[in-house]
């Protein structure tokens, strides 16, 4: 093969075999394996997104009033927004899930019920749903405390010894009485009374069954028992 020669007197490859060269450096390079990446850093794990638009207070309190107004969209938006810190200060004030549960459907009710008393000038509106959830909360626990004392101040004989075999003419007659008082109730109390007693089902369950707020189930039953107690006992008098 012929070499050039250079005007400094240096050998030069052809021009040809210069240019197969370049391809062969060009392709070495292309082929090489891509550099690795370097490991994330604390910094890259924690914000590798960016954070989400903030709320504004203007908006919570425009859903308040759009619940004032009546508007069902606007409570869903809420309960969206704060059932999870709702739910988890009633877990922390009941210990127990079920009555933490009871407790948000509640505070939620009651803001159905209330967001035409809301005032932005005595606080922020999730403040506000959370002093609702504290309350309610806290009468929970005192309900239950109570319900506890009652049963601990019965005699141990009460719980120990069996009672007496009914008479069955006695039973027919509670029977009747008790078909009889249940007239008096209305359709919503009688449909609420048994569904939870005769299906035996939790306040929470009946008002998933019948598609109710908890507060709305929990009302009528307890209105209906009352009317119940009233005509069994206006029966037993006479």
Known sequence: ?????????????PSGTARRSRRAAASSLAS??????????????????????????????DLVRAVAGGDPLALHALYERANRPVFTLALRLTGGREAAEEVTLDVFHDVWRRASGYDPANGTVLGWIMNQARSRSIDRLRFEHRKKRAADALPA???????????????????????KA??????DERVAIETAFFEELTHVEVAARLNEPLGTVKTRIRAGLHKLRKALAETDNR
């Open 157 to 179: 004989e009460a719980l120990e010894e069996p009672a007496p075999a009914a008479d069955p003419v006695e039973c027919a007659e509670r029977g009747r009485a008790l078909q």
């Open 1 to 13: 093969m012929a070499f050039i020669k250079t005007s400094e007197g240096a050998d030069k490859l």
């Open 32 to 61: 090489a394996p891509p550099a690795s990446k370097a490991e994330p850093t604390l910094g890259d794990v924690l914000y590798a997104r960016k954070p989400e638009k903030l709320v504004s207070e203007r908006e919570w309190v």
């Open 182 to 187: 249940l007239g008096c109730l209305s359709a």
